[in-house]
């Protein structure tokens, strides 16, 4: 059974200050790993996908994975109450379906 | 990024009836897309897998004569709640995969939300 697991929150920080949600799997094969956004009420939007170990950046957002530990983190830096959202871990493996974790509902508090 | 849109995005209908949803992918072709449900304050849940020309694949508990899918091209795929009742009553959000060079990206549509009275 393949797994991915996130810290369901709330995740409260402060407005300018950086937010760190975390993912962890199970399958050691996996080879994909993604970044879902969905607002309330809303669908999910892609907001990163990372492939290889290390960091990768993208305007306040920055994905980092480490295979070794099964680990993959987002941080947004100068968190803004609009960032206020549940954020997905989706895992993929090559000719399978993705599996999404339960979401990490984040609150930046202005 | 792809586009995918959904149609249409809200619908009420009375119990009894049949509701189609379409999920189109606009900008690329999908062979795979999926269609999810979401209860409020719930996670995703992954109702089929819809491939083009071929049957989908349904998840554990999920009714396929009651969630009729249909992919009959490589840029849509519809859903089709038959016979509709209140506890039917959800988000209903499709994805199309769309293929990279270093995999498989999903692309979600806005989603539908499925009102029975």
């Known amino acids: 059974q393949k797994e991915v697991e996130q810290n369901s929150g709330p995740l409260s920080v402060p407005e300018g200050a950086i937010a760190s949600l975390n993912c962890t799997y199970s399958d050691r094969g996996s080879q994909s790993f993604f970044w879902y956004r969905q607002y309330s009420g809303k669908s999910p939007e892609l907001i990163m996908f990372i492939y290889s170990n290390g960091d990768k950046e993208d305007g306040r957002f920055t994905a980092q994975l480490n295979k070794a530990s099964q680990y993959v983190s987002l941080l947004i830096r100068d968190s803004q109450p609009s960032d206020s959202a549940t954020y997905l871990c989706a895992v993929g493996l090559y000719g399978q379906n993705f599996v999404f974790g339960p979401g990490t509902r984040l609150s930046v508090l202005p | 990024g792809a586009v995918v849109s959904q149609h249409p995005s809200r619908v009420i209908c009375k119990s009894g009836t049949s509701v189609k949803i379409e999920c189109r992918s606009l900008?690329?072709?999908?062979?795979?897309m999926f269609w999810y449900r979401q209860f409020p304050k719930q996670s995703l849940m992954l109702m089929a897998t819809?491939?083009?020309?071929?049957?989908?694949?349904?998840e554990q508990g999920v009714e396929k004569d009651k969630f009729l899918i249909n992919h009959a091209s490589l840029t849509l795929s519809t859903l089709t709640v038959t016979s509709a009742h209140p506890e039917d009553s959800s988000f209903y959000i499709c994805s199309a995969n769309k293929r990279g060079g270093q995999g498989d990206t999903q692309y979600f549509g806005p989603g539908t939300r499925l009102t029975v009275l």
């Open positions: 819809s491939n083009e020309g071929s049957k989908a694949t349904y």
């Open positions: 900008d690329f072709q999908a062979t795979t």
